[in-house]
């Protein structure tokens, strides 16, 4: 069950699209002494990041399969220390017999994945002209980091602000603009840091969609005119966990898919 799940991901978000450096895949495979409670449940949990309360909740829950965003493991563990709360939270997946499935940046690159979720909430279909990767994948040029996307007819940036608070589900951007009354007609997207993707760009974009930037490349972009969005980074992507969760059940019907209630962005804002 579990299985087809995994199967029906890499069908895809192929995992030979992710980047080098990154860590994907099935990091927590199933213990074969674990209890049986979760493993039989067929439930999946969704969440961007594998927090220790994202861990007590799918244990609580009875999780079988929790599929991250996210890498939970990235760098080599050489002991476990139980004063780190990562090593403690994967001794409580192993013990309550939860795998881990992490996909990070296959679905950033695939077609149908986070970055063209984002171009979702830029505009209409029709009023799409052309939606091409920045930076193509050696595997598949089609797919790759970031997109850049031209439109038909210029966007009100003031009036559109709205629809895509909207469509990321968020209550505040970050905005860098010498002016709110102006347009735009081609956009360039990168959930997560977009900066290195950006670099790649072969023209300027008139508005640039991301996560985070540092201060200096969002400083640069405004002093040359142009628009920088700024969400957050995980706020970039924890909305296509809804998208994600309709392809799984329509994928696989026997399981049963949450969407974690307990994960959520690191910051907040004070007032």
């Not at 898919?257 to 007032?271: G, L, Q």
Request: glycine residues 8%; contains cysteine.
């Amino acid at each position: 069950m579990y299985k087809r799940v995994i199967t029906s991901l890499e069908k895809k978000f192929p995992l030979s699209l992710a980047e080098s450096w990154d860590n994907v895949g099935l990091l927590v495979p199933s213990a074969t002494t674990a209890t049986q409670t979760a493993s039989s449940s067929g439930k999946v949990l969704l969440t961007v990041d594998l927090t220790t309360s994202v861990v007590d909740e799918a244990v609580e829950k009875s999780v079988g399969l929790i599929v991250a965003y996210h890498p939970f493991i990235f760098k080599g563990i050489k002991s476990i220390n139980l004063q780190n709360p990562q090593h403690v939270s994967l001794l409580k997946l192993i013990q309550a017999g939860i795998q881990v499935y992490c996909p990070h940046t296959a679905i950033d690159a695939a077609r149908g994945g986070v970055n063209d979720w984002l171009v979702k909430g830029i505009t209409e279909d029709g009023n799409i002209v052309s939606n091409e990767v920045i930076d193509p994948s050696k595997i598949d040029p089609n797919s790759g980091c970031g997109r850049i996307v031209k439109l038909n007819s210029p966007i009100a940036l003031e009036s559109w602000l709205p629809s895509f608070q909207k469509h990321l589900g968020v209550g505040n951007l970050l905005l860098a603009t010498k002016s709110r009354d102006v347009q735009f007609q081609s956009v360039a997207v990168c959930a997560g840091s977009g900066a290195g993707v950006f670099a790649a760009l072969k023209e300027d974009a008139d508005l640039y969609i991301t996560g985070e930037l540092s201060h200096h490349e969002a400083l640069m972009l405004k002093e040359k005119g142009k628009i920088v969005v700024c969400a957050r980074h995980s706020a970039t992507e924890r909305g296509f966990l809804r998208e994600l969760a309709e392809y799984i059940e329509a994928e696989v019907d026997e399981v049963e898919v949450i969407i974690s209630s307990e994960d959520c962005d690191p910051f907040e804002f004070a007032s």
